[in-house]
């Protein structure tokens, strides 16, 4: 057993290591009983801004660590030492208190018997009945104490809640037995306390001879910095300090220490937690055959093994094998190698262990989870908004295609006033749509079960599953997302269940702290999905790098541990030149850039969002008197805005975004786009003046006007609210230019279908998206498969609109609309289709510059698809 004697210890990961042949990262330690949710997060930006003034502060033992203790516990200064650990305070203890004898209720933490043995005092161990399930039995304790050779003079040591039993003795139990013994000296280990819902410190009415230690190590998950506190009467204090070595605690621990003592909110947030988590966890052990488990009310469980055919060091061993770490008994007086102890980590890690301890006891294979396995996957988060993650998204997902993986893309809650309509009529974000594309799948809303169109800048229409639940404030939808994750969660699982692997994207930061509270698409969903996160940052924005490691500074630690590395996005230039830059990125943050991805300036591919799109244009076309201009209106709520990207293949156009009434001169065409709020933005368009000139120049001849969805509506005579839909309850006149008036009804139309342009006779396809339900007086435009008629077409003002979007994907009719234009500006027709909008050639330019910019074996190893 001499190789294993790491893991009866516990705690020591190398040595762990060592014996199992696992890296450090790849064991789960239960051994270690610190916080599942490991340190709160001002730590790492703390102990930063410490180390970078550490010449300017004072001695360490003036750093505030005494006057927070003071503070939360109510006490005074000369009551408290501050030492490095509790540990030193233990190891002191014997050498002041001056007392001949040591009584240790048993089994109890071993340095007490430790410290006690060095400094030549006797010690007395009171054995705790395992029949009673370990608990204190103050008559006993009372017993010891009143009898020789102890005759009332002792330091007694109790840890409250126990280690490793995790019961806890009661507070005036204690304060009893110190008034009927004053000649001892009580020393009451309260280390684990922080995580006992309900706990009664004995700080508080503490009796003369009671001294009590409290540890900041545990709660916060530091057991690094040796924080430790020593409450008791200022004679003993005095002692201990004069016993001390000077500034024993140093500046970091004291300023972390001065800061953790004030975070109630994170203790509180913790003691709820493993509360719950252990409760849970101790009703998946019971119910394994062969274990007995004893209930406690800390942050780790006692178990029992019993079977004669094995004991607790052989089941550690064989965990071990499994990459999971648990702390055997044995070595506690008062218990035996039957006994092993586990900490309460995380619902997963929980859960993980419970299934390895049923297969090894009783050979039963692991049970089915919810996921059955996990399912390969691999999640692109960002530094901020258009870093590119959806992009590059795709961009795998094509990749893993092409390497014939079965994959699907995932983000569960998507912002975007850019959405589609699936086959079975259900409405989801677009960019979700493209990475099905690049998947070569059919796109399903179960790769955006959460979509928000933004209505207004403090609310937006929320849509689950593909189906619209209202209108919510912001306040509101975080109240909702309590609902909306067990959603999110389904929905991620139905694809693991079809898939081989899972592309997921996050949205915006990670290190957006206003928004973590309530995350369920960044690493939340991480941790759900056990998925790796590549962090993407746009170097052509500038502060890359920075980014990086801010992003890394603000992550909770359970966050960082999901990161793996990072990827620069959109460099122009050599990127050999970054080889500082990526290393000092490695070693501030511990993470590698596993890629540089150039810029590319002919993607091809749909915008992941509205700001790229206003950033792009006249790429299609340069101003060449042979070229016809289209300008589309940049509403202030503009959706779906790549209804316009097919022009951006034809060779004869230009295409720009239009704002302001100046810049339509010398247009040959005028497309109003979808609106998630054309109330106001028919309003916008009078107040700036572009509503007057666009029906000037329509009424002149002089320019096509189209419109598309609320484009058609804001083209019609009024646009009528009576449920309050996007304003409140008023009536707007639009610009008149096509007979249509509109109400916008409460139900919402979501269809895909295929109609016929009845002035060209050609084929179009599409799909529809809206709550305005129009009355046409005028021609009609379009005959739908079902024979009724859409769309409006005005003879006098030659303007048309329809609610179909996606009409101009279809090559014939673009270049219809197109030869329209050119014929009216005296130009020659072209009799062939010029542009051909697939995107397939854009996938796989895509795919293989990202493959030979990143290093896919190394993303392939993360995913966990091959070694």
């Known amino acids: 057993m001499k190789s294993f ?100 209720p048993v089994p109890a933490y071993v340095d007490y018997a430790h410290a006690c043995t060095a400094a030549g005092m006797t010690v007395s161990p009171l054995h705790l009945a395992e029949n009673d399930d370990f608990e204190l039995d103050f008559n006993a304790l009372f017993h010891v104490l009143s009898a020789k050779p102890v005759s009332g003079r002792a330091m007694v040591f109790i840890c409250r809640p126990n280690n490793p039993t995790g019961k806890t003795p009661g507070a005036e139990g204690i304060r009893k037995l110190a008034r009927d013994f004053p000649s001892s000296l009580f020393v009451i280990d309260e280390a684990f306390g922080d995580f006992v819902e309900g706990f009664e410190s004995l700080v508080r009415n503490r009796p003369k001879n009671v001294l009590v230690l409290l540890s900041l190590t545990k709660i916060f998950a530091l057991p690094g910095m040796r924080m430790g506190v020593a409450i008791a009467d200022p004679e003993l204090i005095e002692k201990l300090f004069r016993a001390k070595p000077c500034w024993s605690v140093n500046t970091l621990s004291q300023v972390v220490a001065a800061r953790a003592l004030g975070d109630h909110s ?34 780790f469980l006692l178990i029992r093994i019993e079977r004669s055919d094995m004991d607790a060091p052989w089941v550690a061993k064989k965990l071990l094998d499994n990459g999971i770490a648990i702390r055997t008994c044995g070595t506690y007086e008062g218990l035996d190698n039957r006994f092993f102890r586990v900490a309460v980590r995380t619902h997963e890690e929980n859960g993980r262990l419970i299934e390895a301890l049923e297969a090894i006891l009783n050979n039963k294979e692991k049970r089915k989870a919810k996921r059955n396995t996990r399912t390969p996957s691999i999640m692109f988060q960002g530094t901020g908004s258009n870093a590119g993650k959806s992009i590059l998204a795709a961009a795998l997902c094509r990749i893993l295609h092409q390497d ?48 928000l169109k933004p209505s207004s800048d403090t609310g937006s229409q929320v849509i689950v599953n593909g189906l619209p639940m209202g209108n919510m404030k912001a306040k509101a939808y975080v109240d909702y997302k309590k609902i909306a994750i067990g959603a999110v969660e389904d929905a991620y699982d139905s694809l693991c269940d079809e898939f081989e692997a899972i592309v997921l994207e996050g949205a915006g930061s990670p290190g957006e702290v206003n ?35 801010g992003t890394m500074e603000v992550l909770a630690q359970w966050e960082r541990s999901l990161v793996s590395g990072f990827i620069v996005n959109k460099f122009r230039g050599d990127a050999g030149l970054l080889g500082d830059a990526l290393n000092y990125t490695q070693r501030h943050t511990g993470r590698p850039v596993i890629g540089v991805v150039p810029y590319i300036h002919t993607l091809g591919l749909p915008d992941e969002d509205s700001v790229s799109m206003k950033g792009r244009n006249g790429t299609s076309a340069g101003l060449h008197p042979d070229h016809v201009k289209i300008g589309v209106v940049d509403l202030p709520h503009i959706s779906n805005f790549t209804d316009f990207d097919p022009f951006l293949c034809e060779d004869d156009v230009s295409l720009s975004y239009i704002r302001r009434a100046d810049e339509m001169e010398g247009l040959d065409a005028i497309i109003l786009p979808g609106s998630k709020n054309v109330m106001t933005d028919v309003m916008w368009l009078h107040e700036n003046g572009m509503a007057a000139r666009i029906c000037k120049a329509a009424e002149a001849g002089n320019v096509q006007v189209s419109g598309i969805c609320g484009g058609l509506q804001i083209l019609g005579h009024k646009i009528e609210d009576p449920h309050c839909i996007e304003s409140n309850g008023k009536t707007v006149d ?117 493959r030979k910019s990143l290093n896919m074996t190394k993303i392939y190893q993360w995913i966990g698809l091959f070694n």
């Not at 939340?524 to 490691?549: K, T």
């Open 404 to 451: 014939g993986i079965r994959v699907a893309p995932f983000k569960a809650q998507n912002m975007s006033l850019n959405s589609f309509v699936t086959r079975a009529g259900l409405e989801m974000g677009r960019a979700q749509v493209v990475q099905a594309q690049a998947a070569r799948i059919e796109p399903d809303v179960r790769m955006n079960p959460i979509l």
């Open 515 to 549: 928004l973590k509270k309530n995350d369920i698409v960044n690493m939340r969903m991480a941790r759900y999905a056990e998925s790796p996160v590549l962090i993407v940052g746009d170097i052509d924005r500038g502060g890359v790098f920075a980014s990086f490691v």
């Open 5 to 104: 004697e790491a893991n009866r210890h516990g705690g020591n990961l190398s040595q762990l290591s060592a014996v199992s042949g696992r890296a450090p990262q790849e064991i789960t330690d239960f051994s270690a009983n610190i916080n599942p949710l490991g340190f709160p997060e001002w730590v790492r930006p703390l102990i930063s801004a410490t180390i970078s003034a550490l010449a300017h502060y004072p001695d360490p033992e003036s750093m505030g660590m005494t006057a927070a203790v003071c503070s939360r516990y109510d006490v005074d200064m000369s009551e408290v030492i501050c030492v490095n650990g509790t540990a030193e305070a233990i190891s002191l203890l014997p050498a002041v208190a001056g007392l001949t004898h040591a009584v240790i």
């Open 734 to 850: 639009g610009l008149g230019l096509i007979d249509v008036t509109t109400v916008l009804e409460a139900s919402k139309t979501l269809t895909r279908t295929t109609a016929r342009h009845l002035a060209s006779g050609l084929l179009v396809s599409g799909y529809e998206i809206h709550h305005g339900v129009s009355r046409f007086s005028a021609a009609s435009l379009l005959e739908m498969e079902d024979g009724r008629k859409e769309g409006a077409y005005s003879e006098k003002t030659m303007a048309w609109g329809t609610y179909l979007h996606g009409i101009f994907d279809s090559d014939p009719f673009r270049r219809w609309f197109v030869n329209g234009l050119r014929q009216r500006k005296g130009l020659v027709s072209k009799d062939k289709v010029c542009g051909i909008y697939d995107l397939e050639p854009a996938f796989d330019h895509l795919a293989d510059t990202v």
């Open 266 to 299: 994170f203790i509180e947030e913790t003691r709820s937690y493993v509360t719950r988590a252990r409760r849970k966890m101790m009703a998946g052990l019971e119910k394994i055959k062969g274990l007995f488990v004893y209930p406690g009310d800390a942050n």
